[in-house]
């Protein structure tokens, strides 16, 4: 799998880490009060953007798998601007 092509979005909330996903949707990360911020996509998809966002995906991967059956994850890690980017793409 290709890494996903990154870039920076500002929304409402302001500026975060979207991505082409190949769903309609437009997934943002965005970082709030010094923590990552992530978005889980329709598609099952699910990356993570800002400081501490490796370990904020691991957490939040280990948690869900605790609670119900997830699907193997294909994961990168990337900057974006300053950004720090963590992605976890359910394989294929
Ligand atoms: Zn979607
Ligand atoms: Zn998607």
Known sequence: MAD???SIINTDKGEGVTYTCGC???PAAVPADGAAGFEH???GKVHF???G???ALTA???GRAN???EPRYTR???TVGAIEVAWAFPEE
């Open 4 to 6: 996903p092509d990154f």
């Open 67 to 69: 609670r119900k059956r």
């Open 24 to 26: 309609p949707c437009v």
């Open 60 to 62: 939040y991967l280990a």
């Open 41 to 43: 996509c329709c598609c």
């Open 76 to 78: 990168g890690l990337a």
């Open 49 to 51: 953007a800002g400081a």
């Open 53 to 55: 966002a490796e370990p």
